[in-house]
Structure formats: structure tokens, C-alpha cells
């Protein structure tokens, strides 16, 4: 068995998670409990409310927080991964399950990252959709015909027939009517607060490169798959800078599984919440096997069938 990590982004946060694991293992509790952040983590993700939960400044610490310590009662048990990937936010809970960084730095990282996606567009009508079966060079022309009304930019490579684009509101829409004429199944708008992964995002990056700065980056046990790139870390890479373009960039995320796949991994840990990203995989790449851990209950079920996995 060769073991990979691949952890969930925005969109699957919900009120409730991780009361269970919290409750049942102590690493998971102090890995939680690890960051000091000026809201209260635990009340915010296992009470609510839901809407403040959904706010991308509170959403990225929560869910990141919830990543470190099931990242953390894994690793306990003795199951530690190949190599990692996340989704948008995911990545850098991949990037502390490598040792990039502690748990504190992690949560803390994404909780000013938060805040600078918020800020990089406010007042400025924005909208993302998942364009379905429709191949990505159509749909990059598609938003090339748009860019008079605006930004039109494709934000995410998520799997065979599922792509999203971002943008300006205005722009985003008529995506959408053109990709219809173009022959994609449906448009699907999402339920976000900002044009995630595209160049309106600008501020955010530089934003994050100065705060990049004052952060001390480790060097990684394992590799990590990243976004922008779809692949690991090459010569004359740097992680700061690959995070500063990954909040304003495509991410590859059909790519990175496509590279997984290739370096022979078979078994995926999705670290939840939610399921989004097994069903990615299993429609990029039939033969890998996908866990998804959300629940004490599955935790403790994957803990069973992973101990011993290569690493």
C-alpha cells in the first residue's frame, strides 16, 4: 500500500465537526486547542452560528484546525502518508502534515490569509460556478469571450467534467451562457464570498508575501503536491512563493491526482469534512482507493485498515 494525505477546502465546513473527535482523542484536542486566534475556535465550529462559520476569515482556521488534529491522532497511531495535497486552504494543512510548520502556525496562517481573500474584494460584485462537462480548452475560450464584462478566469481544476471558474460577477454569467452553447451540462453557481484562485485575489498574494516573511518554513518529511503546479516542489521553487500565487492562480487539483497516481499511490485519506474530494478521485483515477475521515467513527475505522501503510 503506498498512503497519500489529501485534504478537504472550503465549501464542506458545517456546524458540529469535530465535537466527536475532540471529545474521544486527546492529540486530536491538542492540536485543535494549539492556535490563539481572537475568536473562539471551538464554540464557532461545534455551536456556531452557521453563518459566521461560513465567513471565509473564520471558515480557513476552523478547518485547518480540524486537519491538524486528525492529522495528529494519525500520525499517533502510526499512519503517516507518502506524499500530501489539499485543496485551495488544504494545502497548508498538507504542508504541516509534512513539518512544514506546527499546527499554531498553520491555523494562525490561514486565519490571516482569511482575512486578506475578504478584504482583497469587498463591495466588488464577484461569483464563482462549477461549469460541468465541458474540457478546459472550451471553457477557457468561453472565458475569454466574457473578459470584455470583466474578470473570467478559471479558478479550478477539480476532475474530468467539473471545472470552476471566478471572477466578476457580470463576466462570470456569461461564462456561463457560453459555456451552455458550447455544450457543458450545467453551470452551477457557488455559494462563496469571493472569487477565489483568480487575479482578483492580487491584493491577498501580496499580502501574504509580506506576512511570509515573518514565518519560519521547515523543510518537508514528505511531498507535497501543489496546486498552482498540479506537482511537487522543483528546483527554483520556493513553498512562500508557490502559496502567494496558489491564492491568486488555477488550482490543479486534477493534476495533482493525476501525479499521485503515477507515483504509484493506491489509498487516499480524505481529512474532511465532507466526501467532495473522494469523488474527485475516483473520477480522475478509478484504481485509488479513497477513505474519507470526518467522523471519530471513521477515524477509528481507518486507523485499522492503514497501520503499517508505506510511507
Keep these: 500500500m503506498k498512503l497519500a494525505f489529501l485534504y478537504a477546502g472550503q465549501g464542506t465546513q458545517h456546524v458540529g465537526m469535530g465535537a466527536d473527535l475532540y471529545e474521544k482523542y486527546p492529540a486530536f484536542r491538542g492540536a485543535f ?54 485543496l485551495s486552504l488544504g494545502e497548508y494543512s498538507a504542508l504541516h502534515a509534512a513539518g512544514v510548520f506546527d499546527a499554531r502556525t498553520a491555523v494562525e496562517l490561514v486565519a490571516f490569509r482569511g482575512k486578506a481573500m475578504a478584504q482583497a474584494v469587498q463591495n466588488r460584485p464577484c461569483g464563482m460556478a462549477a461549469v460541468l462537462r465541458l474540457d478546459r480548452t472550451a471553457l477557457q475560450e468561453c472565458c475569454t469571450a466574457a ?69 519560519a518554513f521547515g523543510p518537508m518529511a514528505f511531498p507535497v503536491l501543489f496546486n498552482c503546479t498540479g506537482a511537487a516542489l522543483q528546483a527554483g521553487e520556493t513553498i512562500p512563493a508557490l502559496l502567494e500565487r496558489q491564492v491568486q492562480s488555477s488550482v490543479y487539483l486534477e493534476d495533482s491526482i493525476r501525479a499521485m497516481a503515477e507515483a504509484g499511490v493506491d489509498t487516499i485519506v480524505e481529512i474532511g469534512p465532507g466526501k ?13 482507493r479513497t477513505i474519507p475521515v470526518e467522523t471519530a467513527e471513521e477515524l477509528a475505522a481507518a486507523v485499522a485498515a492503514l497501520k503499517g501503510a508505506e510511507q
Design 33 to 86: 486547542d494549539a492556535a490563539g486566534l481572537d475568536f473562539d475556535l471551538k464554540k464557532l465550529c461545534f455551536e456556531g452560528p452557521e453563518d459566521q462559520l461560513n465567513q471565509t476569515q473564520y471558515t480557513q482556521p476552523c478547518m485547518v484546525a480540524f486537519a491538524a488534529g486528525v492529522t495528529a491522532v494519525l500520525n499517533e497511531q502510526g499512519v503517516r502518508p507518502a506524499v500530501a495535497a489539499g
Design 147 to 215: 473578459s470584455f464584462l470583466g474578470v473570467a478566469e478559471i479558478a479550478n481544476y477539480n476532475c474530468p467534467g467539473q471545472i470552476v471558474v471566478g471572477g466578476d460577477a457580470a463576466a462570470v454569467d456569461r461564462v456561463c451562457e457560453l459555456a451552455k452553447g458550447a455544450g457543458a451540462a450545467r453551470c452551477v453557481p457557488l455559494k462563496v464570498s469571493g472569487p477565489f484562485h483568480t487575479s482578483l485575489m492580487a491584493p491577498a498574494g501580496d499580502a501574504l508575501r509580506e506576512k511570509f516573511q515573518t514565518v
Design 276 to 288: 467532495a474530494l473522494s469523488a474527485f478521485v475516483k473520477k480522475t483515477a478509478k484504481g485509488i
